[in-house]
């Protein structure tokens, strides 16, 4: 039988929990491996190796490895076709097409905004960091226009790439998850009747629960 793979970081990193969240729904066996950021380990020259930017995730799989959650996702489906849910990542060139499309909505609208509101609303208070009032006021505004486009989407269909779910919804659970449950502004999500409709299908995924579970077992840092 082959190694499990590795995941280095903490599931508590939003990129790392993306990348648990689809080996979960691809049923493969992972490792994960503590990096121990508060002593900068993922800076350490040991650590660049596998992720030259010093982030959070690192992925082995056996002699390769890589970097950045979203292309670890994909490799992740595209290794496994036929394991977990199969069609995560799409099963013919259109429905591949459509899922990366949104998946680049993600990496490219959805993401600059929400993670700047995770740090500032979630993290910042936890780090006993000052909030920025303006980046908090400039990418809520953002992030509501582009919740605008997903409400008119989510109103013709189940998910964002089709009926079904699949990598591209996967992809918005991580900074969703922190905005809906960790912050008081989960309204942005919850008052758009389609978007609210589609993170509450999303968020009850058992892969999803069980990386909830993951980051709330965690010893308090
Ligand atoms: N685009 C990267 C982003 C990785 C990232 O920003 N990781 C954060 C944690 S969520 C990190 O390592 N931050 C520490 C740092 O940048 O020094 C991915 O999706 O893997």
Redesign the pocket.
Known sequence: MAAPVKVYGPPL????SRVLACLLEKDVSFQLVPVN?AKGE?KKPEYLKIQPF????AFEDESITL????AISKYICNKYPNQGNKGLFGMNPLEKASIDQWLEAEGQSFNPPSSVLVFQLAFAPRMKLKQDENQIKQNEAKLAKVLDVYEKRLGESRFLAGDEFTLADLSHLPNTQYLVNGTDRGEIFTSRENVGRWWGEISSRESWKKVVEMQNSLPPS
């Open positions: 990193s939003t990129a790392v950021m993922h010093g982030q959070v995730p970097f950045e959650s979203r």
